[in-house]
């Protein structure tokens, strides 16, 4: 099957950053009482005072706590973290948005500590816990938002994700793939042990601390799907709570921690249920069209805090924003707006909403307006929003501080740091171009010859390569569409009104395409997820695991996407005019491409959607689901002149060449081509 691959051109920028760093305490982490994992919590502690966070009837006021907790009744944020006006350049130790010229953060897996260490006393604990791959898998990090400083609480080989801190402070419950399928362990943060808290080979994961700090709740797929069960902090006196054949996950406990909110897709789409604590009728508090997930219950106010889906652009585009709603009834309230997706609610220890917001990179080419960003972590308050995290790697799922006392020092088990190394961006030596050389084992097609690509992305995606072999079971890259085109190649016939591979990252050496489907005896085990970014639709790649006993992939949580062309036009003409339909969430393990992908450096890019010629609601090509790309922060021109000699780029794509081969002026400026005239 031939497949067009067009380039992408820069559209005006906007300013995705948020405010400068906000010095006001947070008193989030009160760490670390002498307790092991599982053990008693201590008594006759008292929580910090209340701060009022509600949601008013018949509008969407909410009472934000102020810097220092205190109450303060104000319109949720109007002005997104993308209108902020100041670019933020972030604390010390989070590092910058994009890397130094030159360099990108080092990607390799870090060992796990083998020696132990002593406690550290920690001032005034202004700590936040997280899950981020920041170094090249998933690792649990504490944030000081006062100073900045990070600390690899896991340092592991495997991924280890979805902290939940215990009321106590001490000791954090968290999920990892340490021992060959996903389970449950406890960190406690004086000691620094580990313990396993769960023995299942399917998947445990999402642990959630009731408030007494004695019993976890968590999602478990030991039945054959998502289901919530509850066990003791030592992983003794399991118990099931909810028994549905839809799936049922993403725990949290109401404060008097007799009943649990969690979400399901029992009715068809994602809603936000509540259940009693030891089992029985779940109730379903959202009911409404929409996707509504991941819910988080303050435990001073008695309001849940949860991920909805129900803004829809002009567009079309579906986005996440962060609600408030009573499980009473009491009408939800919006507390995000935000043109970019909101997630991961979590509350700091006074009462202040901490999430995580998609923040695109930074301008970039026409038909794929920004750079690929990253998922950091914010804080809302009444007196604004103060971004808290700004590397070039997700940050997801912070840990809630609710229930936390006694915010003076307390000694917690820190790693040492990680030394600041980075690795140097791919460059030929000065003086000297690079090659194009043959990528071994990965073919243009069934039985076609080895791609080409820059010899300075080889080792990248051999190392992507051997990823999902090991992820997955199958070598998926194995079989590709291709990778390197010449300079001077271009389309064989005239399809559309421009030429949209004339400035194709393919010339570079640097853009590959993915197999269209993966079939296994007959069935295609390749999954699409639709993911609106803004106005651009992008495609999530999943492939079902070779395995399906727990020790590779896990649980999908989204719907797959059924293409437009699946679709009889006559028999439902309206998923066919939108492009397709969400399809039921599949049983099985799978493992996130896209995710593994850009652990390599290679993203994938924007839909086309230009109307009237080229757009993925009327053209299969337009979607785009199979291009990746590894670009190094580098324009399209840099990258072409890592392979080429200044004459040749100008004979070839240069400014006059490019207008007479139908390229706009604006395409070409954001490929970086040198104009006639400065």
Known sequence: MRVWIPSQAESGRADRRMKAWSAVALWLLAVLLLTACGGPVPTGTSPLPATPSTAHQGGDDVCLPDAQGEGSCAQPTTEGPSQAATPWSGPAGTGARTPPAGTTPTRAATPAPTVPLSPTEVPVADLLAFDTVRDGNSEIYLLNTATGALTNLTRHPADDRSPALRPDGGAIAFESHRDGNWEIYCLDLVSGKVARLTEELDFDGGPAWSPDGTRLAFESYRDGNLEIYTMAGDGSNLRPVTDNQAGDYG??????????AFTSWRDGNKEIYLVPAGGGEARNLTNNPADDEDPFWQPRTNLITFVSWRDVADEGNRNAEIYLLSPGGRPAGRLTNNPWPDLDPAQDAFGRLVWITYDPGPAFETYDPYRPGDYHLYRLWSGGTTQLTGTVWDDRRPASTFGLTEPGPRPVQLL?????????????????????????????GRD??????NEMVLPSLQAWRQDVLAATGYDFLHETLGSWRNIDSVRKKAMYAYDYGFLSWHKAGRALDLALEFKVDGADQLLLVREDLGESVFWRLYLRAAKQDGTQGEPLRDNPWLRWWWIVPSEDPD??????????VPSGYYVDLTALAKRHGWERIASYAIEGDYHWLTDTNGTEYWHYERTDGLTWWEAMSQLYEPETLGENVGWAVGLERAQTEEMMRSKGVPTPTP
């Open 251 to 260: 725990p949290a406990w109401s404060p008097d921690g007799t009943s649990i």
């Open 416 to 444: 040492p740091a990680l030394p600041a190394t980075v690795d140097l961006m791919p460059r030929p030596p000065v003086g000297s171009l690079a090659d194009v050389v043959e990528a071994p084992g990965i073919l243009a």
């Open 575 to 584: 998923a066919y005019e939108a492009g397709g339909k969400r399809l039921p």
């Open 448 to 453: 076609g010859p080895p791609i080409l690509v």
